[in-house]
């Protein structure tokens, strides 16, 4: 069995940074493609960033130079540092991951912006 679990999420202001982890475990024999998305209420979920195994970044518009995601693969574990931060960012923040050829998620954690 394969979990991912998120942490790092919470309350800040606008302006502010926040860091949000990901950790995959159980029995992992690969890891592709790791990514976040996010689902704000009443909208869709969308990619906020992706990250491949060696190190290829994508990002969404709405975030390209404030975000920035990493990856320690030695780890098992995906990174989102989030800066200058917005009350438009606010939403559940969910890790996603290609692992062992199935696509795999998160259960969220809330970021919240305040103004």
């Known amino acids: 069995q394969v979990q991912l679990v998120e942490s790092g999420g919470g309350l800040v202001q606008a302006g502010g940074s926040l860091r949000l982890s990901c950790a995959a475990s159980?029995?992992?024999?690969?890891?592709?493609?790791m990514g976040w998305y996010r689902q704000a209420p009443g909208k869709q979920r969308e990619l906020v960033a992706t990250?491949?195994?060696?190190?290829?970044?994508n990002y969404a518009d709405s975030v390209k130079g404030r975000f920035t995601i990493s990856r320690d693969n030695a780890k098992n574990m995906v990174y989102l540092q989030m800066n200058s931060l917005n009350p438009d960012d606010t939403a559940v923040y969910y890790c996603?991951?290609?692992?062992?050829?199935?696509?795999?998620w998160g259960q969220g954690t809330q970021v919240t912006v305040s103004s």
């Open positions: 996603n991951a290609f692992v062992n050829r199935v696509f795999r």
């Open positions: 990250i491949t195994s060696d190190g290829s970044t």
């Open positions: 159980g029995s992992i024999f690969r890891i592709n493609a």
